[in-house]
T-cell receptor, first 112, second 116 residues
Framework: DVKVTQSSRYLVKRTGEKVFLECVQD?????MFWYRQDPGLGLRLIYF???????EKGDIPEGYSVSREKKERFSLILESASTNQTSMYLC???????????FGDGTRLSIL | GNSVTQMEGPVTLSEEAFLTINCTYT??????LFWYVQYPGEGLQLLLK?????DKGSNKGFEATYRKETTSFHLEKGSVQVSDSAVYFC???????????????FGKGTLLTVNP
């Protein structure tokens, strides 16, 4: 069965810290995505990647960066965490082309 | 740009009631349309999809028809169950500016609560 695994379900960090959120997929999919989910705002795309070492900005990339050194792993990096980055973060993967995305269970990140 | 508008919740129904969650979209070209469901404490799961006009997607008793003339993709179920309580997201898939890959645009989600 399809599996997207996010390394942490809950994470608490402090303002100014560098934060890494990890996502691994076992489906050999080309595309990977990072979203944040906030009440009343739905899902917003932060960054996505359609190949190893490739990345594209989504709708809200400010304050974030990403890394994709291997096909199965896509990391989201908060360079200097701020309280407005407290949110639920969702990772997804999909095959190339117009295909549905498969989601991980999410990481609920709190920045204090 | 592309956008998806779905009815605001929360929606509260009794078991066996009829469900409709409205979804309309704005997009260039011919997007694919999706409904995703998010159960408490979980990520999103694909519920159903439709890839061209007049297609009907269906799964687990849920249905939605791709209506190009009204730019709509309303979700319906004839008889809801307590286990259907979740957040439902309408989404469209569009090609990115580089013309090589697709990304999803989501609505804000509708919380459905079904009471016994």
């Amino acid at each position: 069965d399809v599996k997207v695994t996010q390394s942490s379900r809950y994470l608490v960090k402090r303002t100014g810290e560098k934060v890494f959120l990890e996502c691994v997929q076992d489906m050999d999919h080309e595309n990977m995505f990072w979203y944040r989910q906030d009440p009343g705002l739905g899902l917003r795309l932060i960054y996505f990647s359609y190949d190893v070492k490739m990345k594209e900005k989504g709708d809200i990339p400010e304050g974030y960066s990403v890394s994709r050194e291997k096909k199965e792993r896509f990391s989201l990096i908060l360079e200097s965490a701020s309280t407005n980055q407290t949110s639920m973060y969702l990772c997804a993967a999909s095959p190339a082309g117009n295909q549905p995305q498969h989601f991980g269970d999410g990481t609920r990140l709190s920045i204090l | 740009g592309n956008s998806v508008t779905q009815m605001e919740g929360p929606v509260t129904l009794s078991e066996e009631a009829f469900l409709t969650i409205n979804c309309t979209y704005t997009a260039t070209g011919y997007p694919s349309l999706f409904w995703y469901v998010q159960y408490p404490g979980e990520g999103l799961q694909l519920l159903l999809k439709a890839t061209k006009a007049d297609d009907k997607g269906s799964n687990k008793g849920f249905e939605a028809t791709y209506r190009k003339e009204t730019t709509s993709f309303h979700l319906e179920k004839g008889s809801v169950q307590v286990s259907d309580s979740a957040v439902y997201f309408c989404a469209l898939s569009s090609i990115n500016s580089g013309g090589s890959n697709y990304k999803l645009t989501f609505g804000k989600g509708t919380l459905l609560t079904v009471n016994p």
